[in-house]
């Protein structure tokens, strides 16, 4: 499916400003996790991943969660991460995994469901990175579990869930009518319509 260039041009928007956020929650990261410890501070996990859902559910294509954290995560690593390439790498995984909730349903459901599914499929994929980049014996399986734990809560919550809200808030502003998003509403809005006149 063709994407077009007024779609290409909006991913990129929401890719820089979704990668200026990450960057800034990566900061607030560090003495948050010096107060309650790399584990805990599992519960800011979902904001890495809400440039996929965002985007997804706006312009509602084929790849356009893997595009948009990839980006996103590329925008992080070049404005200066301090988790380094690690930010662009995990990005790609975190990105396949929100992709995957979309593909499932063959790219025709952007309800709350999917997007929170995609939240969560985000956070064990990028999960997998984590065994690879630092080795399975670097957790504890109680560890391991609990940090997978708050990760999926939070890619359900902070990236699927809030992505909804941000995304219908945008959509009454009126920004988003020529997208995809506006159309289908439409859509379902004159079939509605047409069903209650009969």
């Known amino acids: 499916m063709d994407w077009k260039m007024k779609e290409v041009v909006l991913a990129v ?7 200026v956020i990450y960057l800034g929650w990566s900061t607030l990261w560090i003495p948050i996790s010096a107060l309650v410890g790399p584990v ?7 904001i890495w991943v809400i440039a996929s859902p965002i985007v997804a559910y ?3 294509k ?9 980006s996103a995560a590329a925008v ?6 301090h988790f380094g390439l690690s930010a662009l790498l ?4 975190q990105g396949i995994g929100a992709e995957i909730a979309f593909a499932i349903f063959g790219y025709k459901h952007y309800n709350l469901f999917t997007l929170m599914l995609s939240g969560a499929f985000a956070a064990v994929v ?8 630092n080795g399975f014996s670097y957790y504890t399986t109680e560890v391991f579990f609990m940090t997978l734990g708050l990760h999926v809560i939070s890619g359900i919550l902070l990236g699927g869930w809030l992505a909804k809200v941000v995304v219908d808030a945008l959509a009454k502003t009126g920004v988003l009518e020529q997208y995809e998003i ?3 509403k439409r859509k379902r809005e004159n079939n509605h319509g047409n069903v209650s006149g009969v």
């Open 13 to 19: 928007i929401l890719a820089v400003a979704c990668g």
């Open 58 to 60: 706006i312009i509602r």
């Open 40 to 46: 805990g501070a599992g519960f800011m996990f979902g």
């Open 182 to 184: 506006m159309k289908i």
């Open 62 to 70: 084929p790849g356009a969660a893997l595009i948009a954290e990839i």
């Open 90 to 93: 995990v990005g790609v995984f």
């Open 126 to 133: 990028g999960m997998l990175y984590n065994l690879i980049a």
């Open 76 to 81: 992080e690593l070049v404005t200066g991460s």
